[in-house]
T-cell receptor, first 110, second 113 residues
């Protein structure tokens, strides 16, 4: 079945540092989505990518849809305490279902 | 605009009891998804509906789980009888046909003792 490998599983950084995480798959996806989940809440959509090579920003967040359509990355610049949480990538392949990565848990030391 | 609404936010029940989780999708969204999240298995799709019709229930664990969508603004996920291994956070999500972006509710944390 389709699987997404998300890395790293966890990150411990200092406030102000930049963050980078990525997802790879053995399958080609038509859409990549990035979500953030805070404790006790549902995943919140951060960025949606629809075209191979597409680079999209949302404030301090930047995400790219890989040229091969099998990968995507998310960067966070100048991290702040409220960036703490779990980040998920999700890929869509034609059908209506999303395939989710295992998540990257971000911890920030002030 | 109101997001996806789920109730209750927390549910604690004893093994063998019936549990009903409720979801109100975002107005105008014609797809509705039910997910389960656990530490071990992450986010799992249980079932999804399009225009109130169940399309794919292959993720439903077993016959104890059932889901309905009687109208465009309401869906239920029922577990009968509940078991301790059903303890998890259950999310509802919705989207429009033309976009793949799913919007999640706050979830229902279910604990079965």
């Amino acid at each position: 079945g389709q699987q997404l490998n998300q890395s790293p599983q966890s990150m411990f950084i200092q406030e102000g540092e930049d963050v980078s995480m990525n997802c790879t798959s053995s399958s080609i996806f038509n859409t990549w989505l990035w979500y953030k989940q805070d404790p006790g809440e549902g995943p919140v959509l951060l960025i949606a990518l629809y075209k191979a090579g597409e680079l999209t920003s949302n404030g301090r967040l930047t995400a790219q849809f890989g040229i091969t359509r099998k990968d995507s990355f998310l960067n966070i610049s100048a991290s702040i305490p409220s960036d703490v949480g779990i980040y998920f990538c999700a890929g869509q392949l034609g059908a209506q279902k999303l395939v989710f990565g295992q998540g990257t848990r971000l911890t920030i030391n002030p | 605009d109101a997001g996806v609404i789920q109730s209750p936010r927390h549910e604690v029940t004893e093994m063998g009891q019936e549990v009903t989780l409720r979801c109100k999708p975002i107005s105008g969204h014609d797809y509705l998804f039910w997910y389960r999240q656990t530490m071990m298995r992450g986010l799992e799709l249980l079932i999804y509906f399009n225009n109130n019709v169940p399309i794919d229930d292959s993720g439903m664990p077993e016959d104890r789980f059932s889901a309905k969508m009687p109208n465009a603004s309401f869906s239920t996920l029922k577990i009968q009888p509940s078991e301790p291994r059903d303890s998890a956070v259950y999310f509802c999500a919705s989207r429009r046909t033309v976009f793949y972006e799913q919007y999640f509710g706050p979830g229902t944390r279910l604990t079965v003792t």
